[in-house]
Every structure is written in C-alpha cells, then in structure tokens.
C-alpha cells in the first residue's frame, strides 16, 4: 500500500528522536506552567518539586495530576499562561452537571489542531480530491470545527453540513460528491437506517468511502455493522476538548489502533485506582500531558478513558504509539445488583446480532432492574409474534451470559426511537433520580 503523510519527517521520528523532543517539550511545559499559571504553582511548590528537577521522561511521574474537577475548580479564567487577550478561542467541554470546563487556544494552538487534524485524515488516505461532509456539530463542541480546519489544509472541499436534517444530508452527498464523512457512531447507525428506508444503496449510489467515527465509545461490533451498511471504511477517531478535541490519536489505513501524536501528548496508562503506570498491552486510564500548548499547558490530564497501548510497529511505517479503542470510561461502570457492568459488553452483544437494529438504551429503575430496549433490524419482523419473543429470549440469554445479570429485553420497531443530534445517550439510570 502505498502510504501517505502529511508531515513523513515528523511523523516517522526515530524513537529516540521521538523521545528526545518530547522530553525538551515537557522541560518547557513544566517551567511555563511553574512561572505563568498560579494552580501549578502551588501544586508543584506543595510537592516540593522544580522544574529543573524534571531531567528524565520517567520524572513525568512525579508531577501532579489534573483532574476534570481541577479545571472546572479553574472556571471560567481556566489554567491560562498566557495574558487574558493572547487566546483567540474558547471551547467548552460538558459534564453532566454544573460549569463546563473552559479551554482557551491561541492562534498557534488552533493551527496546531488543525495541523494534528491534517495529519490524522492523510494517514487514512484522504486527499485534496476528497470531498468532506463533516456531519458533525459546530460550536462550543470542538468535534465540528478542529475536522474542518484539518480537512480544508489538505484541500478537501469542505461541506459544513452539522448532525441532524438526513434528508439535507443525502441531498448534499448526492449532490456534491461526498467521499468522506466525519460522523457520530450513533448517527452513522441512524443513517444507514434512514438510507435503506430511502431505497439508496450507498455502494452503488454514493461516492462516500471514508468516515471517521468518533467522539463517543462504540464497539468493534459496531463499527463492523456500519462499514457494512454503509459499504465503507470507518477509521476510528479519538480526542478530547482538554486536548484540542479530535486529533489526540487516529487510525490509519491500516485500522489496527489509533496513532498517539506524541510530539503533542505524553502519554501514560495509569492504574485508575493507584495511579501506578502500566506496561504495555495492560488496560488502564490514559493520562495525557500536553507538549506544545500555549494559551493553556496542562500536565498529566486524567482522561478517565480507558484503553491500552498496542505492541509492536505499525505497518504504516509512523513510530508514533498506538492506543487501543476506548473501551469506556472508568467513571461509566455500573453496578447491578453487586456486579459490575460495562455499557459496551452490551452494546457488543446487540450489534454481533444480526436480527438487531440499531439503536439502543439502557435503562435503570426501581431495585437494580437492568432494561435494554432496542431495535429490530429492519428485515427481522416477519409479523410473526412468536419469532420476537424467540429472540427476545435468545438475547435475555446471551446478554446473561456476558453480564452476569438476567436483563429484560425490549424489542421495539426499527426506527422506532429517538436520536439525538449530539452524543447519544445509552445509559439511563433512574436509581439516582
Ligand atoms: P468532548 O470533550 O466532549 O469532545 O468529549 C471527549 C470524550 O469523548 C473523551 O474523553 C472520550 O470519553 C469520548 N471519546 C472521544 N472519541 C472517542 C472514541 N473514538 N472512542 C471512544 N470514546 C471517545
Ligand atoms: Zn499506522
């Protein structure tokens, strides 16, 4: 395969090259934010440690953490290093509840994003000659804007299309060309419904190849059932709003784990409950320190998500690590009835079914009652009652068998339940109501 790159030189570093660079980085990270931001100040001046005391890689481990509770405790001035009018842009980043995280970039930060973003597409293949549809949301959400950045400093025509509105959607793919997407798991799945309702087969009436799926967890089920509704290749996409948003890690053509640029992010696999690193392959919570940030440096920034690094090179030929899909979040367990549950165990069942739709919720309620409601494929029901209640008990078994927890099953009709424009909501639990 012939491979591309964006930027070959840095993208190919040799390791100790690689390494050399990101310890300079972090040395001049460390020192801004010692002198320039007060909340690192202090947190260094409490564990007694300077800046010229960082002479290793290895030291990144004696710094402090930072929590997403730390950055909201900074709201709304945020962990600035720089003067109040040097950013030209702030992202908000939503909890569940209370203040937003507020991010600020500077003119060389947004260009860094979009640069990350550059190479992040190249790396899948894409080209000036793409056309673009970024179906996802402009504004606060970084997902929107940071893509678009990326994908017009290739030269792609770049059609701002936002979530939401199918039929505009269709339209403007049919219309304009569109060979490659970034969307929603939970929309790609959506569209792939609403498409086969319209009789459209987007193998034979679209030139759509490529999409670039991201911004919320799903499955390697998941992914599977998309490339083959949709007759195209999703490439995973990762990042976060502390980190720029998109372009923290992407998958090449290869689709075997997402490329870290860690000429921008230190990485680490932490233990979520000690804290302790990780050796490779182990799955734990990946912390990340920024390595050329301006308006706002933050160290070892606890993503809560949790993944692993993948061994050996990449066929591609970039030296830059590879992180695994995000298996969940350390904060999205949950406990039922004494057992612990991932959504995505569940979600991982659901999509390996081929009599089931696509899209789901899970519910919560009452004493521990687990309820997964979800779609049927479009072909699955033939009229016959009798089949849905057959695969509502082959399901309530296979999901016992994973979960542990006999759960009730819901099978409503294709296209019978809401999707949400932004990330989609799989878990409601109404114990905590
Ligand atoms: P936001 O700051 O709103 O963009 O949300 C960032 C969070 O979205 C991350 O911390 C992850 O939990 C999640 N996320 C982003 N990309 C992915 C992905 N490819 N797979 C799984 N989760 C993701
Ligand atoms: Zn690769």
């Not at 890689?57 to 720089?82: C, E, H, I, M, N």
């Not at 490659?180 to 792939?192: D, G």
């Not at 390697?220 to 490339?227: A, F, G, L, P, Y």
């Not at 933050?298 to 993948?310: F, S």
Request: proline share 6%; glycine share 8%; hydrophobic share 40%.
């Amino acid at each position: 395969m012939n491979t591309l790159f964006w930027d070959r030189e840095t993208e190919t570093l040799t390791r100790p090259r690689l390494e050399q660079l990101q310890l300079a980085r972090l040395q001049e990270t460390v020192r801004r934010a010692a002198l320039r931001v007060p909340f690192y100040q202090r947190a260094l001046a409490e564990i007694g440690l300077k800046p010229d005391e960082v002479r290793s890689l290895a030291d990144v481990q004696r710094l402090p953490l930072t929590t997403s509770d730390d950055l909201r405790s900074q709201y709304p001035a945020g962990l600035l290093a720089v003067p109040p009018d040097e950013p030209v842009r702030l992202h908000t980043s939503s909890g569940t509840t209370g203040k937003p995280k507020a991010i600020f970039f500077s003119k060389k930060d947004i260009d860094n994003a979009g640069e990350l973003m550059a190479r992040s597409l190249v790396a899948t293949g894409v080209t000036r000659q793409d056309v673009f549809q970024n179906m996802m949301s402009y504004g606060l959400f970084t997902g929107g804007l940071m893509m678009h950045y990326g994908a017009e400093k290739i030269g792609c025509l770049v059609i701002p299309s936002g979530p939401g509105n199918s039929e505009r959607q269709l339209m403007l793919m049919q219309d304009f060309g569109t060979t490659a997407a970034h969307i929603l798991p939970s929309y790609a799945l959506y569209f792939a419904g609403f498409l086969e309702q319209r009789g459209v087969d987007a193998r034979r009436d679209l030139a759509w190849r490529k999409a670039f799926v991201g911004a919320e967890p799903y499955t390697e089920e998941t992914r599977e059932k998309i490339q083959q509704a949709l007759g195209l290749k999703v490439f995973n996409s990762y990042g976060l709003t502390e980190m720029n948003g998109p372009g923290v890690a992407f998958e090449c053509s290869h689709q075997c784990g997402m490329h870290l640029w860690e000429d921008h992010f230190l990485l680490e696999i932490l233990d979520p409950k000690t804290g302790a690193p990780l050796p490779e392959g182990q799955c734990g919570e990946l912390v990340l320190t920024t390595l050329q940030r301006e308006a706002m440096p933050i160290l070892r920034y606890r993503t809560r998500d949790i993944t692993r690094l993948l061994p050996g090179p990449c066929p591609c030929g970039r030296t830059h690590r590879r992180v695994d899909r995000i298996t969940g979040r350390s904060d999205d367990m949950l406990i039922v009835r004494g057992v612990n549950i991932f959504p995505q165990q569940i979600e991982r069942v659901l999509m390996a079914h081929p009599q089931i739709g696509r899209n789901y919720v899970i519910v919560l309620e009452g004493l521990d009652d687990l309820t997964v409601q979800v779609e049927l494929a479009p072909a699955a029901f033939d009229g016959n009652v009798e089949h849905v209640a057959d695969l509502q008990h082959q399901l309530t078994e296979k999901l016992k068998a994973e979960l542990w927890v006999r759960p009730t099953v819901n099978l409503v009709p294709a296209g019978s339940m809401p999707v949400a424009e932004g990330k989609a909501r799989r878990v409601i639990d109404k114990r905590s109501l």
